[in-house]
């Protein structure tokens, strides 16, 4: 997969134990793959965040998992049940990956599509039935 990629992002995933990054790496590829105008980043000092129009999703690595954030989650259907945390969110949602589970890359992969798909409508905000 061709994208750019932002050296603190390479730095952040290269510093995690080789079973983070291997999760760390499939969700990059994956939120890219979803839209080749994404854009990821750094926030909150050491976050890697994707953007398009508004946030999509950011990672953090915990101690055993890894926590995919997503962004207006709250207003994106999970007809597959991955997400894990945050239901009473308004907003943000997470999937946590543990290690030698595998993701389940097509229901993430649309999430990340409807995401993008409210960020250009307005996000959010204007969205929220």
Not at 35 to 40: I, L
Not at 68 to 89: K, M, Q, R, S, W
Request: proline share 5%; hydrophobic share 40%; aromatic share 6%.
């Amino acid at each position: 997969m061709n994208y750019v990629t932002d050296p603190r992002v390479d730095a952040y995933i290269e510093a995690l134990p080789d079973w983070q990054r291997v999760i760390c790496r499939e969700v990059r590829d994956l939120v890219h793959a979803a839209d080749p105008e994404v854009v990821e980043t750094i926030k909150r000092t050491t976050r890697p965040y994707f953007v398009l129009q508004g946030n999509i999703c950011a990672l953090l690595a915990a101690k055993d998992h890894v926590n995919i954030f997503l962004y207006d989650g709250a207003i994106v259907a999970d007809p597959e049940g991955i997400i894990t945390g945050g239901h009473d969110n308004k907003t943000a949602r997470t999937v946590a990956v543990r290690r030698d589970e595998n993701i389940n890359a097509p229901a993430l992969t649309a999430m990340f599509k409807q995401i993008i798909a409210n960020n250009r409508a307005g996000g959010w905000r204007k969205l929220k039935p």
